[in-house]
């Protein structure tokens, strides 16, 4: 197990457009859940062989946890699983960035940050629910590059009244080497859903049509379907997920992707096992994650979602070897139809989607499934 996903759910306060596991802090909380994880580590510590090149510390707003907090949860992390060797990151709220701060973090071992602008536009912030200013932001990345850090900035595109085009060449001035770009959507039980927000489509389009026209020509690769990246600036973490491996899910809400073993048996014939943990509260009392046992065909399927998000796409015949399924026999028309379409484009035994099969990705996917 190379590659380990900590959750932290704890946030200052709930934007109107998020549907993760996240909650405000409340006397105690945090403290049981330090406690908890200690633990949930020991546990995986003792039933899978842990060589970590990667560690992401997400949420929620891990960079909202107090000095000796994060201290102490990197120190459990160390003690039980080991460190990343390869890259550590850290996603952090710009208003939660001070010069102390950031030089703390990198001493208990992070070294790229994952920066939640979102707008470098205070009434696109306001509109989205964020606490921190466009200033807050660009005073942020230029202190987390000061020390050292990989810098990944995040963007949502399609927001009504965005400056789209002053966003991206904004934080591409701020020297990032790494954009994420996520569409803004209306997930059911938000904030943004109770109040009718809706995204049209074509905003939708012409905002992922626009951001890749303007990272590319600022440099940057988009390398995965919302992931752009300087050379050598990718997210190694992410790529794991992309690339079908295995990795651990530690603390409430996380999710893993796990070997089959005798530890935690699958009740079916299994290659991997994907285990969610319950919410903080319910994973406080002790309830089991859920385990979902992933068989060849899903497997394979899975594998597709992920890899044809890629733009270097995915190999059938290396998914064909590590599921036992002959991939190009049981979707060769699936794959024929999508090439003729223009939506995929097989050269040898590599598939990978196309621009416009990237934009309904979802769509293609589905048609495997059904296969």
């Given at each position: 197990?190379?590659?380990?996903?900590?959750?932290?759910?704890?946030?200052?306060?709930?934007?109107?457009?998020?549907?993760?596991?996240?909650?405000?802090?409340?006397?105690?909380?945090?403290?049981?859940?330090?406690?908890?994880?200690?633990?949930?580590?020991?546990?995986?510590?003792?039933?899978?062989?842990?060589?970590?090149?990667?560690?992401?510390?997400?949420?929620?707003?891990?960079?909202?946890?107090?000095?000796?907090?994060?201290?102490?949860?990197?120190?459990?992390v160390r003690r039980f699983l080991g460190w990343g060797r390869v890259e550590n990151t850290l996603e952090i709220n710009p208003g939660t960035v001070s010069a102390s701060r950031a030089d703390l973090w990198r001493g208990v071992g992070f070294d790229r940050a994952s920066v939640g602008v979102q707008s470098l536009?205070?009434?696109?912030?306001?509109?989205?629910?964020?606490?921190?200013?466009?200033?807050?932001?660009?005073?942020?990345?230029?202190?987390?590059?000061?020390?050292?850090?990989?810098?990944?900035?995040?963007?949502?595109?399609?927001?009504?009244?965005?400056?789209?085009?002053?966003?991206?060449?904004?934080?591409?001035?701020?020297?990032?080497?790494?954009?994420?770009?996520?569409?803004?959507?209306?997930?059911?039980?938000?904030?943004f859903a109770r109040r009718g927000v809706t995204v049209h489509e074509d905003d939708e389009q012409a905002g992922f049509e626009r951001t890749e026209e303007l990272l590319t020509a600022h440099g940057f690769t988009r390398y995965e379907i919302s992931n752009y990246a300087r050379p050598g600036q990718e997210s190694r973490h992410n790529l794991a997920y992309w690339h079908g491996r295995t990795y651990l899910g530690l603390g409430p809400g996380?999710?893993?992707?796990?070997?089959?073993?005798?530890?935690?048996?699958?009740?079916?014939?299994?290659?991997?096992?994907?285990?969610?943990?319950?919410?903080?509260?319910?994973?406080?009392?002790?309830?089991?994650?859920?385990?979902?046992?992933?068989?060849?065909?899903?497997?394979?399927?899975?594998a597709l979602f992920m890899g044809l998000r890629l733009r270097s796409g995915i190999d059938l015949s290396d998914l064909s070897r590590r599921s036992g399924l002959d991939v190009l026999d049981r979707y060769g028309t699936v794959i024929r139809r999508n090439v003729q379409?223009?939506?995929?484009?097989?050269?040898?035994?590599?598939?990978?989607?196309?621009?416009?099969?990237?934009?309904?990705?979802?769509r293609v996917v589905t048609e495997f499934l059904e296969a």
């Open positions: 197990m190379r590659h380990l996903y900590v959750h932290v759910p704890f946030c200052p306060s709930i934007c109107p457009y998020c549907d993760f596991h996240v909650l405000t802090r409340r006397a105690g909380l945090v403290e049981a859940y330090l406690a908890k994880l200690a633990g949930e580590a020991a546990r995986l510590a003792d039933t899978f062989d842990i060589d970590l090149d990667t560690v992401y510390v997400g949420g929620g707003t891990p960079s909202f946890l107090r000095d000796a907090e994060i201290t102490q949860l990197t120190d459990t536009d205070d009434p696109t912030l306001k509109f989205l629910g964020r606490t921190h200013s466009a200033g807050q932001a660009q005073d942020a990345i230029g202190t987390l590059l000061g020390r050292g850090f990989r810098v990944s900035g995040d963007l949502i595109t399609a927001v009504p009244g965005q400056p789209l085009d002053a966003d991206i060449h904004g934080l591409v001035g701020l020297g990032v080497g790494h954009v994420s770009a996520y569409t803004l959507t209306i997930e059911p039980g938000t904030e996380a999710a893993g992707h796990y070997p089959a073993t005798a530890a935690w048996p699958s009740p079916h014939a299994s290659l991997t096992l994907r285990r969610t943990n319950p919410h903080l509260h319910d994973w406080l009392a002790g309830e089991e994650g859920e385990n979902l046992p992933i068989d060849a065909v899903e497997y394979v399927t899975d379409r223009g939506l995929l484009l097989q050269e040898g035994t590599n598939l990978r989607a196309t621009p416009a099969g990237w934009w309904v990705l979802n």
